[in-house]
C-alpha cells in the first residue's frame, strides 16, 4: 500500500485550509479521511540515504528506493497526528498508523513506514465534524 489522496502531497496551510472548506459545509455532518505521512521531504531524504548506505534498498519499485520516489513530490501534510491537527476545529477524530495494521495480520510493513524502526508516521484517519 502506497500513500494516496492529497495530504501526502499538501504542507500544512492547505491541509488546514481542506479541512476548514469540509467543516464549513451546509450538510448537517461533514466527513473527512486520508492518510499522510508525518516526517517531512529532509526527513525522509536522511531515511533514503541510511537505506543506500545500508544496502537496504529492496522496498523498491524497480528506480531507486520507495523512498527516494516519494522525497521530490512530497510536503509534510499536517505534520502531527490527525487528532492533533483536526481536534482544535471540533471534528471526531478516529487514527491509526499504517505500521499498526501490519500487526494486526501478523506481517511486518517497509521500515520507511515504521516509526518503531525508524521510519516515516504514516497516518491513516476518518473524522466527523461535531
Do not use: C, K
Request: a negative charge; proline letters at 8%.
Amino acid at each position: 500500500m502506497a500513500p494516496g489522496g492529497l495530504l501526502v502531497y499538501l504542507d500544512r496551510t492547505t491541509s488546514d485550509t481542506i479541512a476548514a472548506d469540509i467543516a464549513a459545509s451546509p450538510a448537517p455532518t461533514a466527513w473527512l479521511a486520508g492518510d499522510y505521512l508525518t516526517a517531512t521531504p529532509e526527513q525522509r531524504a536522511q531515511l533514503a540515504a541510511h537505506h543506500r548506505e545500508n544496502g537496504e534498498e529492496t522496498q523498491d519499485s524497480g528506480e531507486g528506493s520507495i523512498v527516494d520516489g516519494l522525497v521530490p513530490h512530497t510536503a509534510p501534510g499536517p505534520g502531527v497526528a490527525p487528532s492533533r491537527w483536526l481536534s482544535s476545529a471540533q471534528w471526531d477524530v478516529s487514527e491509526s498508523e499504517f505500521a499498526e495494521h501490519g500487526g494486526l495480520i501478523d506481517r511486518h510493513v517497509p521500515a520507511h513506514w515504521d516509526p518503531a524502526r525508524g521510519g516515516d508516521s504514516m497516518w491513516m484517519f476518518h473524522a466527523r465534524r461535531i
